[in-house]
């Protein structure tokens, strides 16, 4: 089942307080940015956040689970508890880098 775009909306809108916010679709699914920071991975109507230790104390008691077959484990973040929500990407902001562009290929 794919996120569905009413869900990616709310999701941008639990954190819209926190910075420039947008998202992008990728492989069917999609990235949520936050200042053109990668800040959250949504893949079926479920929000994941990528396990780092700038979160051990707020996702405590966080479930956890994969995004596909063969990737990581990351965090399943509450995105119905805004206050959380808010405060997972304040800590991510710090610690997160803005990609660098990519190059393109010459022909």
């Known amino acids: 089942m794919a996120?569905?775009?009413?869900?990616?909306?709310?999701?941008?809108?639990?954190?819209e307080d926190t910075g420039a916010v947008r998202y992008k679709k990728m492989f069917g699914e999609y990235m949520v940015y936050v200042d053109e920071k990668p800040i959250l991975l949504v893949c079926?109507?479920?929000t994941f956040v990528k396990i780092l230790p700038c979160l051990d104390e707020l996702m405590a008691d966080a479930d956890k689970g994969f995004l596909y077959d063969g990737s990581k484990e990351h965090y399943v973040l509450?995105?119905?508890?805004?206050?959380l929500t808010q405060d997972v990407v304040a800590a991510l902001?710090?610690?997160?880098a803005v990609p660098k562009p990519r190059k393109k290929k010459e022909k």
């Open 78 to 83: 509450d995105i119905d508890n805004a206050k």
């Open 44 to 46: 079926d109507n479920t």
């Open 3 to 15: 996120t569905t775009l009413d869900y990616i909306e709310f999701v941008c809108g639990q954190i």
């Open 93 to 96: 902001l710090p610690v997160t």
